[in-house]
């Protein structure tokens, strides 16, 4: 029903972040590494506070008591959010650009 990463150091990208919510999962985050950004630019109420059990237990309980339909959405707008900006449509060509940057 929803994704949590509780990462407490630093986390590279983020992958299993862009994962979750491009199969529709509603997902939750600590505020540290990719996932700050991919969910600061989707929906920063999906953060946690902190690290502490005390945050992520917090906005768990929080999440789990909307109404199904509110989350459903959530899942959606996720995917959604993911197809916009992490496809390898949009995603290879600036890559490619980068390292073509990089190399000149």
């Known amino acids: ?23 529709g999962l509603p997902a939750l985050g600590t505020d540290i590494g990719g996932t700050k950004e991919i969910l600061n630019n989707f929906n920063p109420s999906l953060l946690f506070k902190g690290t502490a059990p005390e945050d992520i237990a917090s906005l768990i309980l929080q999440t789990g008591k909307k109404p199904q339909s509110e989350l459903e959405e959530i899942g959606r707008s996720g995917r959604e959010f993911v197809k916009k900006n992490y496809t390898w449509e949009i995603v290879g060509p600036k890559i490619e650009n980068a390292c073509k940057e990089v190399m000149s």
């Open 1 to 23: 029903d929803l994704f949590i990463l509780p990462t407490v150091a630093l986390e590279g990208f983020g992958y299993v972040t862009i994962e979750a919510l491009s199969c």
